[in-house]
């Protein structure tokens, strides 16, 4: 969903600003090495980082040297899109709805298993914050990447997973995963007879994965102003909207306090969520 966003974006973008923007993925250590990469930069608004709220909120707390501080290095251009999971089980679980699943995970700690695409990534990140969210237990089974873990969903060899609805929704069309419930404030389009976990009964539980646009510290107010009003502007068209509706993203657009603001927040969630569930990721 990042790389699918970010090019949405950037093209709209080259559109606002009448330049182009370069993609310059940067993979490894969970989006370290490209948040580290722009922290060195110059920073003159030329370079820019597109994080996700993994970089930006969990990552600082994952990993012992991440290569960078979010609060010293960056300051925050706007947000950019969100997009909710979908808590799915394998259909042979003897659950139906979502407070079942945690009334069967309390019954039997530590038996119940669920996937993901690796640890600290976002599908494990949320099923620990809905065991943190319900007091559960549940074994974590790691996966290198969304799609095996998908596959060994489906085939009943893991009980349950919460992943992004791009990713599960095809699957749970045709009857090979249970959904019990999204994970954002409102149904998704995707799967509007879904209840939210909130509707469903979970109390509390509220997450979406979302992205932000990121510039270093140093880069001049004046830049940053004009960067920041473009992409709200960017953000806010029906042009991007509908754009990234095509790709399962909602747009969102923002102020640099906005998105300061979701930044802190997130953070504050995620670092108790990480804590409490002792994980790392190094």
Do not use: C
């Amino acid at each position: 969903m990042t790389d699918i966003t970010a090019r949405v974006i950037a093209h709209q973008l080259e559109k606002k600003f009448g330049v182009a923007f370069v993609i310059d993925n940067r993979g490894g250590a969970g989006g370290n090495i490209g948040a580290a990469a722009v922290a060195r930069a110059p920073a003159d608004g030329y370079t820019v980082l597109y994080a996700t709220q993994g970089v930006l909120t969990a990552n600082p707390f994952l990993y012992k040297k991440p290569g960078f501080d979010v609060k010293a290095d960056f300051v925050p251009v706007g947000l950019t899109y969100e997009n909710a999971h979908v808590l799915t089980v394998n259909p042979e679980v003897p659950a139906k709805t979502a407070p079942e699943l945690v009334g069967l995970a309390k019954s039997k700690p530590g038996k119940l298993n669920y996937g993901s695409s690796g640890v600290g990534g976002g599908s494990h990140l949320f099923m620990a914050y809905f065991q943190y969210v319900t007091g559960t237990e549940m074994l974590h089974v790691p996966y290198k990447g969304g799609g095996a873990a998908m596959t060994d969903l489906m085939a009943g060899r893991v009980d349950a997973m919460l992943d992004s609805i791009p990713s599960a929704a095809g699957q749970i069309k045709a009857g090979s995963l249970r959904a019990l419930g999204v994970s954002g404030s409102k149904r998704d389009p995707q799967l509007p007879d879904v209840p939210t976990l909130a509707e469903a009964g979970i109390k509390g539980f509220e997450a979406v994965s979302w992205g932000a646009i990121m510039v270093p510290a140093k880069t001049p107010p004046d830049i940053l102003v004009k960067f920041s009003q473009g992409l709200k502007e960017v953000m806010a068209s029906a042009e991007t909207q509908k754009m990234l509706a095509d790709k399962g993203a909602t747009g969102v657009p923002s102020t640099a306090a906005q998105a300061q603001a979701r930044i802190d927040s997130e953070t504050a969630r995620w670092s108790a969520v990480i804590k409490s569930a002792n994980i790392t990721a190094d």
